[in-house]
């Protein structure tokens, strides 16, 4: 799969949380972006994904990792679901929009979830 350039994945990260939000949005964001983008792994949980940012050599310690995914489960880009894995919960993330959408010109992002969605 191509490379996004991550500038425009953080561009994409701001336009879903919008002009009211104040977080500051990083290019740790685009990296996380981009490896969910990447990887094989439709359903992902935060294990698969800190290996794979190893392995792509984007390292990032867990706490990074649990924030970036908020933001960009606010921004409308990665919607987090829960499955049961041994009788216990987890929580696995999925991509909301794939690649043509990431890109300009692509599909409207979804709308955030509000804190009574969640």
């Known amino acids: 799969m191509a490379s996004i350039p991550p500038l425009a994945l953080v ?21 996380l972006l981009q490896t969910l983008l990447e990887m094989e792994n439709a359903q992902p949980d935060a294990r ?3 290996r794979a940012l190893l392995a792509a050599r984007r390292g990032m310690i867990m706490a990074s990792l649990y924030r970036g995914l908020r933001v960009l489960e606010d921004a409308g880009l990665v919607r987090r679901e829960h499955k049961l894995e041994g009788g216990r919960p987890r929580s696995v993330y999925r991509v909301v929009e794939r690649v043509a959408a990431t890109q300009e010109g692509g599909p409207a992002a979804a709308a955030p979830r509000t804190n009574a969605e969640r």
């Open 48 to 50: 698969d994904i800190y």
């Open 11 to 31: 561009e994409k990260i701001r336009r879903g949380l919008g002009p009211r939000n104040a977080r500051r949005v990083g290019l740790h964001h685009a990296q």
